[in-house]
């Protein structure tokens, strides 16, 4: 597997357009794109900070995972995401070929037309890690 640079931070937040505000208002940056994820249960708001993208994360249903996280752990860092090169489901067996445990066995369509795939964070020291490739 070849990772090319963190793609993005996943934050989870309770309020998306409060924390959109906070981001905007007090760190300066600007809301790109809002998406909704429905199969993630999620809407999504990205931010540019240099060259990392950071991704706040809403929950839109009250089973979703997001809601589960906020529940569990409270608002804050969900996940880290890099950016992968030479193919997400040869990143996925190489992954697991190494003992590492999957979210997803195989890629899906995530936000920004990105394919995704979560590896367990059992397996990764407690870190959320997706895995991402642009759609080509």
Do not use: W
């Amino acid at each position: 597997m070849q990772i090319t640079h963190i793609e993005h931070i996943g934050i989870a937040v309770k309020n998306l357009d409060e924390a959109i505000k906070f981001y905007e208002n007090v760190l300066g940056l600007k809301c790109y794109a809002i998406e909704e994820v429905e199969d993630q249960k999620v809407k999504t708001a990205f931010f540019l900070a240099g060259q990392t993208k950071i991704e706040l994360l809403e929950s839109t249903e009250p089973d979703g995972p997001i809601t589960k996280f906020i529940k569990k752990k409270g608002e804050g860092i969900h996940h880290i995401a890099f950016a992968v090169k030479d193919g997400l489901q040869k990143a996925l067996n190489q992954t697991e070929e190494k003992g590492i445990q999957l979210i997803d066995n195989q890629p899906r369509q995530g936000a920004e037309k990105m394919n995704i795939a979560f590896l367990h964070p059992k397996s990764t020291n407690g870190v959320l890690i997706e895995l991402c490739e642009k759609e080509e």
